[in-house]
């Protein structure tokens, strides 16, 4: 026999061997092999045995119980490298799963997206896509079917509180999503942010509408913008804020709390701490008293950072409890180019030592999320959110240099002119007065 043929031979004998002893100490390997042998060669029907081997792999990881762990197939492995490179097609909304209905649900549309100019709202449950109803389907197949080509259309169909039947919106187009993180309060007519509070005593307004790679770079700017305007108070406005990168939410927190400060930790099973981030050195913004503003649509890195400012004395946070998002979820590919396993593998902590997430039964009296400061809790009712989201819609719009809108009556919300406007946004108006004392 060649040589050749022996090594070959060989090698094949010791793979085997290594992979009956791995399957031998494995047991359920084993049963899992021999259910998808007897139904394969057993079932009256013609079975894919790949489609076998992909549901069963989602059936273990329904079991969890975490809507957040996710099989990613080999083609939906793919589109998913090109989320990452951010070179993808979108509608620009952010959503997560609705603990009732377990249907997808809108936490934030990006302004100025294509699903923001369609006119969806945070809250708005998608019932249908493209016709389909969501109820059986599950997060990735919901995502999966909202993203798509640049240029193709979706259609959604959403339930709205307040509303009694479902909202057919009209098609949306999928563009390529890129957007500023950090917006103000107007637009000029260059589309430039006012960060200045319309009659206030020089009240910064900022607001951080997802956290991505460049919103750190981009909070320092506006803030050394407020800095040359003579700003005495900061409000820092995550309400809305569905979150996105981890490392951008430690980025803006190094900007506003001292060096050496805690930030956040990553703690696994059984609470072991794997990684704690602190505030380095560098350029800090502390000389200026600040307020934050949550509220039930804030998570994940949105509630780390407000989570940080409130636990090391830097902000007052106003308005109502955040959504409670605190997994840490990693990216785990699979042998044979067989696709990714999503899996959630940690919990953030905030400084004081509480797990930000919230537990599946959880109650009002539990510890989780960013519960707003003594005194500082403005809930809103169900409508005036939605005036609010409607009024600030209409401030979010680039006003020609004639347009004097910030004074007139806004027809879409019943709004009160600029000088009132205060009374719509309650929570705004309870983080101005506190920045208001603080400035006296």
């Known amino acids: 026999m060649p040589r050749r043929n022996y090594l070959t031979i060989l090698a094949a004998i010791i793979v085997s061997i290594v992979c009956y002893k791995a399957a ?5 390997g084993r049963s899992f092999s021999e259910v998808a042998d007897l139904v394969q060669r057993h079932y009256v029907g013609r079975v894919d045995r790949q489609a076998l081997w992909a549901a069963g792999v ?11 762990s996710e099989y990613i197939n080999p083609s939906e492995a793919a589109e998913f490298e090109e989320i990452l490179n951010q070179e993808f097609g979108g509608i ?7 603990q009732q209905s377990k249907r997808p649900v809108v936490i934030s549309p990006i302004i100025g997206s294509p699903a923001y100019k369609a006119g969806v709202l945070a809250g708005d449950v998608i019932s249908k896509i493209d016709g389909q109803p969501t109820r059986d389907m599950s997060y990735a197949e919901a995502t999966a079917r909202i993203r798509g080509k640049v240029g193709d259309v979706v259609h959604l169909t959403v339930e709205r509180a307040g509303k009694a039947e479902p909202i057919d919106l009209p098609p949306i187009e999928r563009q390529l999503i890129n957007t500023d993180s950090v917006l103000g309060d107007t637009r000029d007519a260059r589309g430039h942010w006012n960060f200045l509070l319309p009659g206030t005593p020089k ?4 607001r951080i509408v997802s956290f991505g790679e460049r919103t750190a770079s981009e909070l320092k700017t506006a803030i050394e913008e407020l800095r040359s305007q003579g700003m005495q108070g900061l409000v ?4 809305n804020d569905p979150g996105g990168l981890v490392p951008a939410a430690v980025g803006v927190c190094d900007l506003l709390v001292e060096k050496g400060k805690p930030i956040v930790s990553t703690r696994g099973r059984d609470g072991q701490v794997e990684r ?8 800090k913004f502390l ?42 979820q990693n990216f785990l590919p699979l042998s044979g180019h067989e696709g990714i396993l999503k899996l959630t593998t940690a919990n953030y902590w905030r400084p004081s030592g509480q797990n930000i997430q919230r537990p599946a039964e959880a109650k009002d009296s539990d510890q989780w999320g960013v519960s707003p400061d003594a005194g500082f809790e403005v809930k809103m009712t169900e409508e005036q959110f939605h005036k609010w989201m409607l009024w600030r819609r209409q401030r979010d719009r680039i006003h020609s240099a004639d347009d004097n809108e910030n004074q007139k ?3 879409t919300s019943g709004a009160s002119p600029a000088g009132d406007f205060l009374k719509l946004d309650p929570p705004l108006a309870r983080a101005a007065d506190y920045l208001k004392m603080q400035i006296k």
């Open 58 to 68: 989602r059936g273990m990881l329904s079991e969890l119980g975490d809507p957040y």
């Open 203 to 206: 009240i910064g307004y900022l």
């Open 24 to 28: 031998d100490r494995n047991p359920l």
């Open 236 to 239: 820092l406005d995550l309400r």
């Open 409 to 411: 009556l806004d027809d």
């Open 276 to 283: 704690e981030y602190a505030a380095g050195g560098g350029e």
């Open 287 to 328: 000389e200026f008293p600040m307020a934050v503003l949550v509220n039930e649509h804030s998570a994940s890195a949105s509630e780390i950072v407000a989570a940080c400012l409130q636990d090391n004395g830097r902000a007052k946070i106003v308005g109502q409890r955040s959504y409670g998002k605190g997994t840490v």
């Open 92 to 98: 620009g909304i952010y959503v997560d799963v609705d």
